[in-house]
């Protein structure tokens, strides 16, 4: 049988698509802009008809109705990262949460430590040899594929066809649905004084030649902002997004300097505007592969001058992130963090940055504290911890005493704080 002839017979409608699912099973969706809106709404709407079915993703990025705490019963969400979508039902205990590094979650679905009984995907259309990309986020999802009873796909001609180990053919496939809703957008963060003052500070430590991971947020993208006169730098990150764009466009970006899939840029997901889903679309410069590939400390870190950019909400005086709770309260997970910032340590001449501003809440309160709030998810441990920058300047940490660790971080606080934070490390023996 033709793979023409393998998709027309796999082709159906979402409602019946949806029927490959069974009571009791766990559909695995990637990352973001990856998850596919028609099947999700038709399992929302068909939720009521199952029983004990689990959704387990990294990042939902629209509410569907299934995330509904009178039905979790039916389906439920499971969070390996929390979002504006799931963050509430998190705090609430009836979304699940399984803590997690990003790298680590295919291995995981290996062994049978996370169920994998279905994969719902978008997916590029197929191509000539019968394969699909899933493109938007490989992920944990193509762990996932291998595992799986049932792969689903939503194919969308908006999907870009990627290379890179993001590939699934047509015959390992059960059901396909078309559609043809745009795929997500997400605009750059909004970067304001504060933002672009950390980003200024990092910036000037990145040399030309370095090999760049850059998360989400504003401060990263105000550092992406100032390195459009850099060069020869080199793209190996968990995301890809317009960010990054914008140091392609630039030719501040080639490649050629990476040890690691040299002359390539290497992402495991993309979240960005309908501009940079174009850009991905066979374009040879660009390969997308598993976060088991993407975020390995040992692979990442085989990159000489490796440089990791990532926020954390609060750190105490030795160096410890508080980056994905509010205290006891989940806001977001792990991600790739660690990951990057064990990366960067292991590469030779590679940095790692942990940024933040140095006050929340209108200045009112420190984000540099003696201590982390009760109860704080440490997401970078004082033991990982190197660079941390705030809009007053840059603490060099990696190496340091537990006294030299205070007075540097005490040193880039709000200098409204600072008094009151060199009053508490004496009172901790700090000082």
């Given at each position: 049988?033709?793979?023409?002839d393998l998709y027309q017979r796999k082709r159906m409608s979402a409602a019946d698509a949806v029927r490959q699912v069974r009571d009791g099973d766990t559909i695995i969706v990637p990352t973001g802009v990856g998850e596919p809106p028609a099947l999700l709404t038709a399992l929302s709407e068909q939720r009521r008809d199952f029983h004990d079915v689990k959704v387990a993703q990294i990042?939902?990025?629209?509410k569907y109705g299934y995330i509904d705490r009178e039905t979790a019963q039916h389906v439920r969400h499971v969070a390996f990262f929390y979002g504006g979508a799931t963050r509430a039902g998190g705090q609430e205990g009836w979304i699940d949460f399984i803590p997690n590094y990003f790298s680590e979650i295919p291995v995981q679905i290996e062994r049978g430590q996370i169920p994998a009984?279905?994969?719902?995907?978008?997916?590029?259309?197929?191509?000539?040899?019968?394969?699909?990309?899933?493109?938007?986020?490989?992920?944990?999802?193509?762990?996932?594929?291998?595992?799986?009873?049932?792969?689903?796909?939503?194919?969308?001609?908006?999907?870009?066809?990627?290379?890179?180990?993001?590939?699934?053919?047509?015959?390992?496939?059960?059901?396909?649905?078309?559609?043809?809703?745009?795929?997500?957008?997400?605009?750059?963060?909004?970067?304001?004084?504060?933002?672009?003052?950390?980003?200024?500070?990092?910036?000037?430590?990145?040399?030309?030649?370095?090999?760049?991971?850059?998360?989400?947020?504003?401060?990263?993208?105000?550092?992406?902002?100032?390195?459009?006169?850099?060069?020869?730098?080199?793209?190996?990150?968990?995301?890809?997004?317009?960010?990054?764009?914008?140091?392609?466009?630039?030719?501040?970006?080639?490649?050629?300097?990476?040890?690691?899939?040299?002359?390539?840029?290497?992402?495991?997901?993309?979240?960005?505007?309908?501009?940079?889903?174009?850009?991905?679309?066979?374009?040879?410069?660009?390969?997308?592969?598993?976060?088991?590939?993407?975020?390995?400390?040992?692979?990442?870190?085989?990159?000489?001058?490796?440089?990791?950019?990532?926020?954390?909400?609060?750190?105490?005086?030795?160096?410890?992130?508080?980056?994905?709770?509010?205290?006891?309260?989940?806001?977001?997970?792990?991600?790739?963090?660690?990951?990057?910032?064990?990366?960067?340590?292991?590469?030779?001449?590679?940095?790692?940055?942990?940024?933040?501003?140095?006050?929340?809440?209108?200045?009112?309160?420190?984000?540099?504290?003696?201590?982390?709030?009760?109860?704080?998810?440490?997401?970078?441990?004082?033991?990982?911890?190197?660079?941390?920058?705030?809009?007053?300047?840059?603490?060099?940490?990696?190496?340091?005493?537990?006294?030299?660790?205070?007075?540097?971080?005490?040193?880039?606080?709000?200098?409204?704080?600072?008094?009151?934070?060199?009053?508490?490390?004496?009172?901790?023996?700090?000082?």
């Open positions: 049988m033709s793979n023409q990042l939902a990025m629209r009984d279905v994969v719902f995907s978008m997916a590029s259309p197929m191509d000539s040899h019968g394969y699909f990309a899933l493109s938007l986020g490989a992920d944990y999802t193509m762990a996932a594929v291998a595992k799986a009873r049932a792969v689903v796909l939503e194919v969308n001609p908006n999907v870009p066809f990627a290379y890179g180990n993001c590939h699934v053919h047509v015959s390992q496939v059960a059901a396909l649905v078309e559609s043809e809703e745009p795929v997500l957008e997400v605009g750059l963060p909004k970067i304001g004084p504060v933002q672009e003052a950390i980003g200024k500070h990092v910036a000037e430590l990145i040399d030309d030649g370095s090999t760049l991971q850059i998360g989400y947020g504003g401060i990263p993208d105000a550092v992406v902002m100032q390195l459009t006169h850099k060069h020869d730098l080199g793209i190996h990150t968990e995301m890809i997004g317009d960010g990054i764009l914008t140091l392609v466009e630039s030719g501040a970006v080639n490649n050629r300097r990476k040890n690691h899939h040299p002359g390539k840029m290497v992402a495991t997901f993309a979240l960005g505007s309908r501009k940079l889903y174009r850009f991905m679309d066979r374009n040879p410069g660009l390969e997308i592969h598993p976060v088991n590939t993407t975020n390995s400390p040992e692979l990442a870190g085989l990159n000489d001058k490796l440089v990791a950019i990532n926020a954390t909400l609060q750190i105490d005086l030795l160096g410890q992130c508080g980056s994905e709770s509010l205290g006891h309260a989940p806001y977001s997970g792990t991600g790739g963090q660690s990951d990057f910032v064990r990366a960067a340590n292991r590469s030779r001449g590679g940095k790692a940055f942990i940024v933040l501003p140095s006050t929340a809440k209108g200045d009112t309160i420190s984000r540099i504290v003696p201590s982390l709030s009760p109860g704080t998810h440490v997401s970078t441990s004082k033991n990982d911890i190197n660079l941390v920058v705030t809009e007053f300047g840059v603490a060099q940490l990696r190496g340091k005493s537990a006294k030299q660790r205070a007075l540097a971080l005490i040193g880039i606080a709000h200098p409204d704080f600072r008094a009151e934070l060199t009053e508490q490390a004496r009172q901790l023996k700090l000082l």
